[in-house]
Nanobody, 125 residues
Framework: QVPLVESGGGSVQAGGSLRLSCAAS?????????MGWFRQAPGKEREGVAV???????RYAYFVKGRFTISKDNAKNTLYLQMNSLKPEDSAMYYC??????????????????WGQGTQVTVSS
């Protein structure tokens, strides 16, 4: 069973909005401490965007603060990323990830051991 499945990516113009969803298996959702969104643009390293713990505490990368919001719906075992005021530099493959190791609220991709397949976000100017 695939633990994490992303959806909601697409193409938008600069200034637009998208909401990404990550459907988790019940086991993944409730056995992990932290979940988050990461992204990787061509030729660049994967970077953390936003993460959340089981108490709803969040941490954002500086480049999305005030524009993106991460949230969880426990009834649906789903993680979300609301992205507003999108910029061309936000274009990337976006990945949902989770970890069952308590590293703390980290945006370091190496701390996460469960990954989805990704959903593409393209922002045109």
């Amino acid at each position: 069973q695939v633990p994490l499945v992303e959806s909601g990516g697409g193409s938008v113009q600069a200034g637009g909005s998208l909401r990404l969803s990550c459907a988790a298996s019940r086991w993944t959702y409730y056995s992990t401490y932290y979940m988050g969104w990461f992204r990787q643009a061509p030729g660049k390293e994967r970077e953390g965007v936003a993460v959340i713990n089981n108490n709803g505490n969040t941490r954002y990368a500086y480049f999305v603060k005030g524009r993106f919001t991460i949230s969880k719906d426990n009834a649906k075992n789903t993680l979300y990323l609301q992205m507003n005021s999108l910029k061309p530099e936000d274009s990337a493959m976006y990945y949902c990830a989770a970890t069952n190791v308590d590293y703390g609220l980290s945006t370091d991709p190496s701390k996460y051991n469960y990954w989805g397949q990704g959903t593409q976000v393209t922002v045109s100017s």
